[in-house]
């Protein structure tokens, strides 16, 4: 019998909607406080995962989610960098 290895979920800080790790973006906060894109998913630091959707990160940025998740004040250059990477995906 084949062991079926279990897909890690986790849940979109924007919609609440869980999905698997490879589905969603992922946002840390690192210990000096530099929040970024992670794209190898394996960077220290605190991780928020959101959807790969513009309708999604749009949502966040009108509720603050990034704020609450990482309790702190985000500056909206972080919300735009988050866009356009984004935008870089999907060509």
Not at 61 to 83: C, G, Q, R, T
């Amino acid at each position: 019998m084949k062991k079926v290895k279990k897909v890690p979920q986790r849940k979109c800080i924007s919609c609440q909607d869980r999905d698997s790790k490879k589905e969603l973006m992922r946002i840390v906060k690192n210990k000096d406080g530099e929040i970024f894109v992670d794209k190898t998913m394996k960077a220290n630091g605190r991780g928020a995962y959101i959807c790969k959707s513009e309708e999604c990160i749009k949502k966040a940025i009108k509720s603050k989610a990034l704020n609450k998740a990482f309790k702190m004040e985000i500056p909206d250059e972080v919300y735009d960098s988050i866009l356009s990477e984004l935008d870089s995906d999907d060509k």
